[in-house]
Every structure is written in structure tokens, then in C-alpha cells.
Nanobody, 113 residues
């Protein structure tokens, strides 16, 4: 049974940083591309980054610069380092197995002064 559990969200001041974590289970983690998405209220879910099992990373053009995805296959974890956060980054953040249609509960990030 696939499980994805995100953590690390919270309330942060503009310009601050957060590191999101996601622990995965129920599939051979190192064999799958993992991705981070976010969804703000009233907006569509948005792809932030993806990383293959062997570490090849892709960022959409709209996301290059402030977010960094990484993974630890030994721990079945994927991370998202977010720097210089802005109020418009406020959203629910999700990790996902690229090939499996399953979403965890997400972790809320709120950027506000």
C-alpha cells in the first residue's frame, strides 16, 4: 500500500526558508521519480520539481532559483528546500510518486508577516 507522509510546513516570515520532507513506503522508492507539487486555495495544483531515482532533477521554468529538490533513497525520503519565501508561496505542499496516482495529506506552508 502506497503511503506518502509530508512534513516540515508551517508559518514563516517573508524571506524565510523551510525544508519540507516526505517519507514514502509501499513501493521500491529508488526505482521511481518523485515530485513536489503545491496547491493554493482556488488555484490548480502546480508542479514544483521532480527527481529521478538516480538523482536527475527537473524544474519547471517558473520555479527555477528558490526551490531545491533532493532525495535519500536509503531513507525513502524526498525533500524540498525552499528559500526566500514569498506570500504567494502560501499553499498546501505535496510529494508524489510520478507514476502512481496517490496523494498524501500534504503539509501547509504559510508565508506571512
Amino acid at each position: 500500500q502506497v503511503q506518502l507522509v509530508e512534513s516540515g510546513g508551517g508559518l514563516v516570515l517573508p524571506g524565510g526558508s523551510l525544508r519540507l520532507s516526505c517519507v514514502a513506503s509501499g513501493f521500491p522508492f529508488s526505482s521511481f521519480t518523485m515530485a513536489w507539487y503545491r496547491q493554493a486555495p482556488g488555484k490548480e495544483r502546480e508542479l514544483l520539481a521532480d527527481i529521478t531515482g538516480d538523482g536527475h532533477i527537473t524544474y519547471p521554468d517558473s520555479q527555477k532559483g528558490r526551490f531545491t529538490i533532493s532525495r535519500d533513497n536509503a531513507k525513502s525520503m524526498v525533500y524540498l528546500q525552499m528559500n526566500n519565501l514569498k506570500p504567494e508561496d502560501t499553499a498546501m505542499y505535496y510529494c508524489k510518486n510520478w507514476n502512481i496516482d496517490y496523494w498524501g495529506q500534504g503539509t501547509q506552508v504559510t508565508v506571512s508577516s
